[in-house]
């Protein structure tokens, strides 16, 4: 079973920026889609941004696009989310997961579906005020 710790959660205000890192012992990213997601109070999990170890695309949800950037640091076998301009909107408990990649996969369509992925972190509170 893949352990990932999820960690950088915090409390900022409207405006500010956090990093969140999704690190993974015990086993290498490479190979591996690394998937954020989050689920804020009373709402379904959703996916906020995605990257593909096995060729580099990302993806992002339409929400965050333009504030939020993706990245992989393999050789310390950590995916960052760098989130900057955050908006009381982005509270919620991040998580990260990860799959490995087949081609059969979608991902353009279904990188953010929950589903797809067995292995994930436990989370890091987000918490924006306005």
């Known amino acids: 079973e893949v352990q990932l710790q999820a960690s950088g959660g915090g409390l900022v205000q409207a405006g500010g920026s956090l990093r969140l890192s999704c690190t993974a012992s015990?086993?290498?990213?490479?190979?591996?889609?690394i998937t954020w997601f989050r689920q804020a109070p009373g709402k379904e999990r959703e996916g906020v941004s995605s990257i593909n170890n096995s060729g580099g695309s990302t993806y992002y949800a339409n929400s965050v696009k333009g504030r939020f950037t993706i990245s992989s640091d393999n050789a310390k076998n950590t995916v960052y989310l760098q989130m900057n301009s955050l908006k009381p909107e982005d509270t919620a408990v991040y998580y990260c997961?990860?799959?490995?990649?087949?081609?059969?996969?979608?991902?353009?369509?279904?990188?953010?579906?929950?589903?797809?992925?067995?292995?994930w972190g436990q989370g890091t509170q987000v918490t924006v005020s306005s």
């Open positions: 015990e086993f290498t990213f490479e190979g591996y889609v």
């Open positions: 997961a990860a799959e490995f990649y087949m081609p059969t996969w979608d991902l353009p369509t279904g990188w953010d579906n929950s589903g797809e992925y067995d292995n």
